[in-house]
């Protein structure tokens, strides 16, 4: 079945290293493809976002990497701060669901001081 | 900017009582809105969307609604609340129709236990 995997429930890094969040999909029709940060009893908040025509798309210490052949998306902090600490989501979407998001179960980010 | 307010924050009701979620969305007209749930330590679940002024989709058979009376509100219901609805509850909001790959944008949630 379709699915969002993510590797890694959870992952823990030094304050100042660099965090890396790896997300795997199944479908390779999906085109589009979202990073959320949601933090201890918050609504998720957008992170980045990147269409399957590209294979990296960087943000503000942020990085997405696509990887289409492998059906592998990444998420890449710089210098992770405490303040990164959360769980992070992978959705994924494509014109075949009615775009609707398929969510991941989250990876959890501790960032130790 | 847009904004997005959902409440109450937390709710406990009694298992058979009645249920409502409100969510309004600020700063933007024609909104697509959606109704997620989200047990503890998992993923999201899609329960509703709209795209419209009365246009629901329900995502999954359960003992909720979702009704959209105006634009930019949306209201999560049910008559009799069972011990498997508790959970976290979010409201999301768009701007483009979900036939178009598009970012959607949470609320703060609502935390509901049913005792």
């Known amino acids: 079945g379709e699915s969002v995997g993510l590797h890694l429930p959870t992952l823990s890094v030094q304050e100042g290293d660099n965090s890396i969040i790896n997300c795997a999909y199944s479908n390779s029709a999906s085109d589009y493809f979202i990073w959320y940060k949601q933090e201890s009893g918050k609504g998720p908040q957008f992170i980045i976002d990147?269409?399957?025509n590209m294979d990296k798309r960087q943000g503000q210490r942020v990085t997405v990497l696509l990887n289409k052949t492998v059906k592998h998306l990444s998420l890449q902090i710089a210098a992770t701060q405490p303040g990164d600490s959360a769980v992070y989501f992978c959705a994924e979407t494509y014109a075949g669901n009615n775009r609707k998001l398929i969510w991941g179960l989250g990876t959890s980010l501790a960032v130790n001081p | 900017s847009q904004t997005i307010h959902q409440w109450p924050a937390t709710l406990v009701q009694p298992v058979g009582s009645p249920l409502s979620l409100e969510c309004t969305v600020e700063?933007?007209?024609?909104?697509?809105l959606y109704w997620y749930r989200q047990a503890a330590g998992r993923g999201l679940q899609l329960l509703f969307y709209s795209v419209g002024i009365g246009q629901i989709s329900s995502e999954v058979p359960q003992n909720l609604s979702a009704s959209r009376p105006q634009d930019r509100q949306f209201i999560l219901s049910s008559k009799k609340l069972l011990l498997s609805d508790s959970g976290f509850y979010l409201c999301?909001?768009?701007?483009?129709?979900?036939?178009?790959?598009?970012?959607?944008?949470f609320g703060e949630g609502s935390w509901l236990t049913v005792v």
């Open positions: 990147i269409r399957s």
């Open positions: 700063g933007t007209s024609n909104p697509n």
């Open positions: 999301a909001w768009s701007v483009l129709p979900p036939l178009s790959g598009n970012t959607i944008y």
